[in-house]
């Protein structure tokens, strides 16, 4: 080919390469975004005073002595020991949702801290107000007064963050506030099992220790998680981060920021998933639904909802796992009246229950299991004052019973035997062990004559009363042949 042809060829394949459409890419820059949003974004350091160690050995200066305050000065010991107190600090991150101040954060970041300060993005510090926080959810609400309007960021919809999309993480990670990572939404509902409603957000956005209680936005700037939890090695990221989703957070922070508590509704119902098994056994075509195992008493459910009731939907909600239901039973208001359809001996039925609070629900529980607890308690106690006999298939590991014609000719025995039948013996029993089966003839024990059932278990209880840690029979077989055989006791 000529040097124009190929310089025609190259024009024409190039033609081809710009006519390829433009490849999907994400965001070339967020810097705006972040610029607007990180000032809602604070750091947040907690404190928690801790006993002190026991200290080294120092002498003390005789009572009176002048070398007293000298002594104290050298004592290395000086303000600490058992009663002194030391610091533990933590950092964490959090965001403001009002301008006068609000703050959410996790309860783990503030768990037991006896001083909290937020530092802003302007370089000052506050210190900060617990208004409540909720150990199921791992959420907290915190306020501080600056005298001032805030910037503030706004709830999203997390049920609108999709795989894939993008997302946006501003916090404190390792004490480096203001850092941003981004990333995309890697799955949606994960249970890591930290909670009774864990229903995460998983995203790539890099999340490290530090950034627990930051905000995850969507690329319109609302907050559609709460970074709480990641999968890493010595702390550091994996690109695994979970984020408690605003829509399952909006409630709770609501009712702690009003009540300083969590106000949830309550059902009264122990449930279980809907096994592939169970699902065939009731002629189900899924796993769908959450089935009902135990009524609490006292509780809105009790003879409303039956054990073994299928419930398949919450105030026309539907319950597609097991773990959906005390989730939206808990984001519905006390005192509301809903309807819950259920499958109940192969029909399809509505009630309606009006629920509870589940804080009042978690007392009745707590009562009801330490009052079978003290009833458990009671039985053991009375069993061990006043202890059943064993029998003796529990205390030998097999059974006897007279001998009769039916018996001589159903094993082959001669008409002259004489003792008692082994009328059957318990599998991996020592008797069993021993080679002792049913159709053998048992004529003394301990080498005493045994001529009916009441004297031979006499004799077994009196070895076993004894302390003798196994019995000695005499057993004769169809043919005629007897052979001593130790079993144990139990």
Not at 185 to 201: K, T
Not at 248 to 273: C, H, M, P, Y
Not at 280 to 302: F, H, M, Q, R, Y
Not at 463 to 490: C, M
């Given at each position: 080919?000529?040097?124009?042809g ?8 190039g033609?081809l ?9 994400g965001?070339?820059?967020v810097?705006s ?8 974004v604070?750091?947040i350091?907690s ?5 002190g160690?026991?200290g080294?050995?120092?002498p003390?200066?005789p ?18 020991g058992?009663q002194?107190m030391q610091?533990?600090?933590s ?18 970041v503030i768990?037991?801290?006896d ?5 802003l ?8 107000t617990v ?18 309007p ?9 049920d ?17 506030g ?5 990333g ?8 890591i ?7 995460f957000?998983?995203t ?11 905000p ?34 909006k ?7 009003e ?11 122990g ?14 075509p ?7 195992v ?7 459910a009790?003879?409303?909802v ?12 539907p ?8 989730r ?5 208001e006390?005192?509301k009246?809903v ?39 009671d039985?053991?106690q ?30 082959a ?9 082994i ?5 991996g ?5 021993q080679?002792?089966?049913?159709g ?12 009916s ?10 070895a076993?009363?004894?302390g ?7 057993v004769?077989d ?12 139990k």
């Amino acid at each position: 080919m000529s040097v124009r042809g190929l310089v025609l060829g190259a024009v024409a394949l190039g033609g081809l390469w710009l006519a390829q459409p433009a490849i999907a890419k994400g965001p070339e820059s967020v810097a705006s975004l972040a610029a607007q949003l990180s000032p809602a974004v604070v750091n947040i350091g907690s404190t928690r005073h801790i006993p002190g160690g026991a200290g080294v050995p120092f002498p003390d200066a005789p009572e009176g002595s002048p070398l007293g305050d000298m002594f104290d000065d050298l004592n290395p010991n000086n303000g600490q020991g058992p009663q002194a107190m030391q610091e533990s600090e933590s950092l964490g991150s959090g965001f403001i949702i009002s301008a006068d101040g609000i703050i959410v954060t996790n309860n783990h970041v503030i768990a037991g801290a006896d001083e909290i300060q937020v530092f802003l993005t302007d370089g000052t510090r506050w210190p900060a107000t617990v208004l409540g926080a909720d150990d199921k959810t791992d959420l907290a609400v915190l306020k501080i007064d600056t005298g001032r309007p805030l910037s503030f960021v706004e709830f999203g919809d997390s049920d609108t963050a999709d795989v894939g999309d993008w997302v946006m993480a501003i916090g404190n990670p390792f004490g480096l506030g203001g850092s941003v990572t981004l990333g995309i939404v890697s799955a949606r509902n994960r249970n890591i099992e930290s909670g009774p409603y864990d229903q995460f957000i998983q995203t790539d956005a890099a999340i490290n220790q530090g950034n627990s209680g930051g905000p995850l936005f969507d690329m319109d700037g609302k907050v559609v998680g709460i970074n709480s939890a990641i999968i890493a090695r010595g702390g550091a990221s994996l690109g695994i981060g979970f984020a408690v989703p605003v829509n399952l957070a909006k409630n709770v922070v609501g009712q702690l920021s009003e009540f300083g508590e969590t106000r949830r509704g309550w059902l009264g119902v122990g449930i279980q998933d809907v096994s592939l098994d169970i699902a065939s056994s009731l002629g189900l075509p899924d796993t769908s639904g959450a089935l009902a195992v135990n009524i609490t008493k006292g509780s809105p459910a009790e003879g409303i909802v039956l054990e073994g009731d299928l419930i398949m939907e919450f105030d026309g909600k539907p319950i597609t796992t097991m773990r959906d239901l005390p989730r939206i039973v808990a984001e519905t208001e006390v005192g509301k009246v809903v309807d819950l359809k259920i499958l109940r001996g192969g029909e399809e039925k509505v009630v309606s229950v009006t629920l509870g609070r589940l804080e009042t629900g978690e007392q009745l529980i707590t009562a009801e299991a330490q009052q079978q607890q003290k009833e458990f308690t009671d039985r053991q106690q009375e069993a061990v004052a006043d202890p059943t006999p064993l029998t003796l298939n529990e205390m030998i590991g097999l059974d006897v019973g007279p001998l009769d014609d039916a018996s001589r000719k159903k094993f082959a025995l001669a008409p002259d035997a004489t003792g008692l039948l082994i009328t059957s013996v318990v599998p991996g029993s020592d008797a069993s062990r021993q080679g002792l089966v049913e159709g053998l003839v048992i004529s003394e024990v301990n080498q005493k004559l045994v001529a009916s059932v009441e004297e031979f278990e006499t004799t077994v209880d009196a070895a076993r009363e004894a302390g003798r840690p196994s019995v000695l029979f005499k057993v004769t077989d169809p043919t005629g042949a007897s052979r001593f055989i130790p079993v144990q006791i139990k």
